[in-house]
C-alpha cells in the first residue's frame, strides 16, 4: 500500500519548530486536546495531561531564544492506513536528548499527535 507521508512529515517538522522555539500555541494545534505524555521517571510511569505541558513550556525558555543547538530529525514513519501513523523521532532540549515515540491519527480536523511516550538522556 502507497501512503502518502507528506502530510504526516508536516505535522512531524511543525512538531520539531514548536519544541525549539517553545512555542505552546503551535504545539496545541498538532496535539488532540486528550493526548498525553508518558515516561519512566526512577523507574515510575509518569502521565502528563496535554495542557500541564503546554503550561509548563509556555514558562520556560525556548532553545532558540537560548541559542542552542538544534538537531531533531525523524528516525522511521510506521503506517498501517491512511488514518493512523507511528513516529519515531529524535530531538534535542539540551542538557535533554529525547526520543520521541508520537501516535497521530487523521481526524476531521486533519492530522492530530493523541499521545506521546518518551524517554531522555542528559548530556553536559
Known sequence: MALDRSTVEAVVQHYFDAVYEGDADKLGAIFHPSADLRSLEKGEL?????????????????????????????????????????????????????????????LSDGWKIVSKSYRYDLRE
Open 46 to 106: 509518569q502521565v502528563l495531561h496535554l495542557p500541564a505541558w503546554l503550561n509548563w513550556m509556555r514558562k520556560r525558555p525556548s532553545a532558540k531564544a537560548e541559542g542552542k543547538p538544534r538537531e531533531d530529525f525523524i528516525v522511521m514513519i510506521d503506517r498501517s492506513d491512511d488514518q493512523t501513523a507511528f513516529i519515531k523521532v529524535r530531538c534535542q532540549l539540551p542538557p535533554r536528548y529525547f526520543t520521541d515515540y508520537l501516535v497521530a491519527m487523521k
